[in-house]
Antibody
Framework: EVQLVESGGGLVKPGGSLRLSCAASGFTFSSYSMNWVRQAPGKGLEWVSSISSSSSYIYYADSVKGRFTISRDNAKNSLYLQMNSLRAEDTAVYYC????????????WGQGTLVTVSS | DIQMTQSPSTLSASVGDRVTITCRASQSISSWLAWYQQKPGKAPKLLIYKASSLESGVPSRFSGSGSGTEFTLTISSLQPDDFATYYCQQYNSYPLTFGPGTKVDIK
């Protein structure tokens, strides 16, 4: 069974940093591209970042470029999102999501981890 | 960036109704469109990919159509479990973008 479990969320002050993790199981992690998608309270879905299976290709939303870094450790079946210079508008539930086998869109999602940026 | 719009933003319907949601892209995305269902407090669930392909395990009352810039999600006979918010998403190019969502509630 495919499982994605996010961790690392919490309350952080503006300008602070946080590192999110996503532990994957139930599939060959190293064969799949992965994504982070976020959802601000009461708002819609916003794509944040994607990384290819071997980390060769990495993409970011303009809203986080230069502040967030996506990475993965295929030996540990883990996906990460390093978030620096956090702003109030980064407050959201952050979801880890796996791309479909032939790529393109996400078929499995974690339960999400809440990041709150507030003083 | 490709902008996605959805209509209506809210839809009130009854069990058994046929429901159609429209999604439009600001430029052609071929068939690189997905539909997701999301319930409060839960992660999104993939329903349709490549505009019209039904994801495994999704009931056949859900169907998708369209190509280019205009797409539709149809629920042939609305069931109690279908009251939720529905999002379209283009994956033709980065940045990936979602529509603003359509909330389907009980009439």
């Amino acid at each position: 069974e495919v499982q994605l479990v996010e961790s690392g969320g919490g309350l952080v002050k503006p300008g602070g940093s946080l590192r999110l993790s996503c532990a994957a199981s139930g599939f060959t992690f190293s064969s799949y591209s992965m994504n982070w998608v976020r959802q601000a309270p009461g708002k819609g879905l916003e794509w944040v970042s994607s990384i290819s299976s071997s980390s060769s290709y990495i993409y970011y939303a303009d809203s986080v470029k230069g502040r967030f870094t996506i990475s993965r450790d295929n030996a540990k079946n883990s996906l990460y999102l390093q978030m620096n210079s956090l702003r109030a508008e980064d407050t959201a539930v952050y979801y880890c999501a796996r791309d479909r086998p032939n790529g393109g869109t996400a078929d499995y999602w974690g339960q999400g981890t809440l990041v709150t940026v507030s003083s | 960036d490709i902008q996605m719009t959805q209509s209506p933003s809210t839809l009130s319907a009854s069990v058994g109704d046929r429901v159609t949601i429209t999604c439009r892209a600001s430029q052609s995305i071929s068939s690189w469109l997905a539909w997701y269902q999301q319930k409060p407090g839960k992660a999104p669930k993939l329903l349709i990919y490549k505009a019209s392909s039904l994801e495994s395990g999704v009931p056949s009352r859900f169907s998708g159509s369209g190509s280019g810039t205009e797409f539709t999600l149809t629920i042939s006979s609305l069931q109690p479990d279908d009251f939720a918010t529905y999002y379209c998403q283009q994956y033709n190019s980065y940045p990936l973008t979602f529509g603003p969502g359509t909330k389907v509630d009980i009439k």
